[in-house]
Each structure stands twice: as C-alpha cells, then as structure tokens.
C-alpha cells in the first residue's frame, strides 16, 4: 500500500510563498501522475494542479495559473508545489494524490479526484491578510 506524506504548510502572510512537498514511498512513483488538490471548510475538493509521470505536462486550476508551479523528482519519490503570490481564498487543507488514468493525451481528466487512487492526509496552509 503506497503511502502520500505531505509537509510544508503553515502561516504566511498574503503575497507570501510556500512550498509544499508530498513523498511517496514504494518503486513505482515514476508510473503514476500526481496531483495537488485543496478543499476550504464547508468546499468540495478543488483541483490545484497535476503533473505527467515524466514531468513532461502540466495542467493548473484557473485559480492559481500563474502562480503556482508544480513539479516532481522521480529519483527522490517526491512531488513539489511551489506556491507564490498567496492569497487568503488559497487558505484550505492541500492534498497531493496519484494516479495511473492521467496521461497528456488525457489530462483534461485530472481535475477530478475520482480519477485518484490515493491521497496523503493533507496539509494546512493558511493565508492571512
């Protein structure tokens, strides 16, 4: 059973960054496409951002493009979300997750958790302002 650990949120003050670090034990990270999901008390889960199993395509929510950034390093089992220019409609509890549906040709399907298969537990990120 694969195991999603987030880390990296916190309190920042708006206009600020954070990065936000989701590792992913077991051998086979690199056959998998990560997500970066958020959800607000009382919201449904919200599509952040989604990265291809080689790195090689990116997809963002409208709500972040331009200011967040996500990325992966296969040799480490770890995906990134670099997260710039916060706001405080960012403030939500960030989860990353893996999934084997999202391809390039595909990835129009990424915006909905029901195409992943794991998730990690989460991490708060607040944003004040």
């Known amino acids: 059973q694969v195991q999603l650990v987030e880390s990296g949120g916190g309190l920042v003050q708006a206009g600020g960054s954070l990065r936000l670090s989701c590792a992913a034990s077991?051998?086979?990270?690199?056959?998998?496409?990560m997500g970066w999901f958020r959800q607000a008390p009382g919201k449904e889960r919200e599509f952040v951002a989604v990265?291809?199993?080689?790195?090689?395509?990116?997809a963002y929510g409208e709500s972040v493009k331009g200011r967040f950034t996500i990325s992966r390093d296969n040799a480490k089992n770890t995906v990134y979300l670099q997260m710039n220019s916060l706001k405080p409609e960012d403030t939500a509890v960030y989860y990353c997750?893996?999934?084997?549906?999202?391809?390039?040709?595909?990835?129009?399907?990424?915006?909905?958790?029901?195409?992943?298969?794991?998730w990690g537990q989460g991490t708060q990120v607040t944003v004040s302002s």
């Open positions: 077991g051998r086979t990270f690199s056959s998998y496409a």
């Open positions: 990265i291809t199993s080689s790195g090689g395509s990116t």
């Open positions: 997750g893996r999934t084997r549906v999202v391809t390039t040709s595909n990835i129009h399907l990424a915006t909905s958790p029901i195409y992943y298969g794991s």
